[in-house]
């Protein structure tokens, strides 16, 4: 069974740019997450999809992210514009029941 | 706002030997229970699940919980050099509800 894909790996922008990441789910896994790790932390949530449809997206700064599943398979987050602070590796999950998730390899952001 | 405490370590154990990691979390209502390892510039990796209280053993890994102390713990026997990692601890409501995780324990087993 394939895992969870993402791409790019690495990405280094200036800030006040755009970026956007891609996440492929395992198949069958209605729900999607996205996480955001900054270097000695845990993750924490951005955003959760069942489906195409949000369940939560209360701490996403919704000022300068979004993100979308339009077809309830494959997933983009966005941030516009980028600021220093959004250096961080950008973690995509997937689960099908019983609440484990399983991470794809993650994005790594660097901000200039 | 839902909290999740680990000790950040390092724990340095011997090859060999039990290395014990510990965790706290706050929100009384969460029922799902979940311990990661990352590996430096890696992502993490589901290693265990536990969501009954009591002692859940896969291999040279158990987990325990309490939930009445609110408290998760995993142990790892016979320790490797390979085991040398991050160990995220994480928790949620229920199935299917975000995690949230821990600071992590970083480990480090010594040959």
């Known amino acids: 069974e394939a895992g969870v894909a993402q791409s790019p790996r690495y990405k280094i922008i200036e800030k006040r740019q755009s970026v956007a990441f891609w996440c492929n789910p395992i198949s069958g896994h209605a729900t999607l997450y996205w996480y955001q790790q900054i270097l000695g932390q845990g993750p924490k949530l951005l955003i959760q999809?069942?489906?195409?449809?949000?369940?939560?997206d209360s701490q996403l700064p919704k000022d300068r992210f979004s993100a979308e599943r339009l077809k309830g398979v494959d997933s983009t987050l966005k941030i516009q514009p980028a600021k220093l602070e959004d250096s961080a590796v950008y973690l995509c999950?997937?689960?099908?029941?019983?609440?484990?998730?399983?991470f794809g390899p993650g994005t790594r952001l660097t901000v200039l | 706002q839902k909290e999740v405490e680990q000790n950040s370590g390092p724990l340095s154990v011997p090859e060999g030997a039990i290395a014990s990691l510990n965790c706290t979390y706050s929100?009384?209502?969460?029922?799902?229970f979940f311990w990661y390892r990352q590996y430096s510039g890696k992502s993490p990796e589901l290693i265990m699940s536990i969501y009954s209280n009591g002692d859940k053993e896969d291999g040279r890994f158990t987990a325990q919980l309490n939930k009445a102390s609110q408290y998760v713990s995993l142990l790892i026997r016979d320790s490797q050099p390979s085991d040398s990692a991050t160990y995220l601890c994480?928790?949620?409501?229920?199935?299917?509800?975000?995690?949230?995780f821990g600071k992590g324990t970083r480990l480090s087993v010594i040959a």
């Open positions: 999950a997937s689960s099908f029941d019983l609440g484990e998730q399983f």
């Open positions: 994480a928790v949620s409501l229920s199935g299917n509800t975000p995690l949230v």
């Open positions: 929100d009384r209502v969460s029922q799902s």
């Open positions: 999809f069942q489906n195409n449809g949000v369940v939560d």
